[in-house]
């Protein structure tokens, strides 16, 4: 049997092997129609973006950030 895939999260390794990066959030979009926030990543060293660079959530489970 497969193993799942892994879903990407912020703070996983950079997808190059070269680089010793990790994953943070550059991007974020709300879709209030879909009550969904869609967050992307990237790497914070390399700027390399994984296959999977989409994190989709729920926005109750994802609240807007306090500045």
């Known amino acids: 049997m497969a193993e799942p895939i892994k879903p990407t999260r ?3 390794a950079c997808p ?3 680089c010793q990066g990790r994953l943070k959030v550059y ?5 209030v129609i879909a ?3 869609i967050r992307y990543m990237q790497c914070d060293t390399c700027g390399a973006k ?3 660079n989409i ?10 950030r306090n500045y």
């Open 10 to 12: 912020p703070g996983d």
């Open 55 to 64: 994190w989709v959530l729920p926005l109750e489970y994802a609240p807007a």
């Open 50 to 52: 994984p296959e999977r």
């Open 35 to 37: 009550n969904r926030r």
């Open 16 to 18: 190059c092997k070269e």
């Open 27 to 31: 991007c974020t979009r709300v879709n």
